[in-house]
């Protein structure tokens, strides 16, 4: 089955620091951007970085500039998003998504991307 799975959400405190995981089955994620995104209660998806195949990172939103990181590893088929310094407004459920030309994630047209994973949810409170 092809698909992407994030892990790695969970509760933490304002300040703290979590990484999430985007693992890919079924297929290699070597030749695709990765782009990351999120989408708290009431609001729309927002694309928060996109990570090319080379391993160049492009952050999409000023918010999270500087506390936020994109990696990747292709060895283990898996793309990570390193979040500090998080703030109650970071709450929301974190997508990733596979781009196969890397225009899509840069311009957030959300239907070009092959797969999408279902979400993991971060909850950013005291």
């Known amino acids: 089955q092809l698909q992407l799975v994030e892990s790695g959400g969970g509760l933490v405190q304002p300040g703290g620091s979590l990484r999430l995981s985007c693992a890919a089955s079924?297929?290699?994620?070597?030749?695709?951007?990765i782009g990351w995104f999120r989408q708290a209660p009431g609001k729309e998806r927002e694309g928060i970085s996109c990570i090319s195949s080379s391993g160049g990172s492009t952050d999409l939103l000023d918010s999270v500039k500087g506390r936020f990181t994109s990696s990747r590893d292709n060895a283990k088929n898996t793309v990570y998003l390193q979040m500090n310094n998080l703030k109650p407004e970071d709450t929301a459920v974190y997508y990733c998504?596979?781009?196969?030309?890397?225009?899509?994630?840069?311009?957030?047209?959300?239907?070009?991307?092959?797969?999408w994973g279902k979400g993991t949810l971060v909850t950013v409170s005291s």
């Open positions: 079924g297929f290699t994620l070597d030749y695709y951007t």
């Open positions: 998504a596979a781009d196969p030309y890397g225009s899509s994630c840069l311009t957030g047209y959300y239907n070009g991307m092959d797969y």
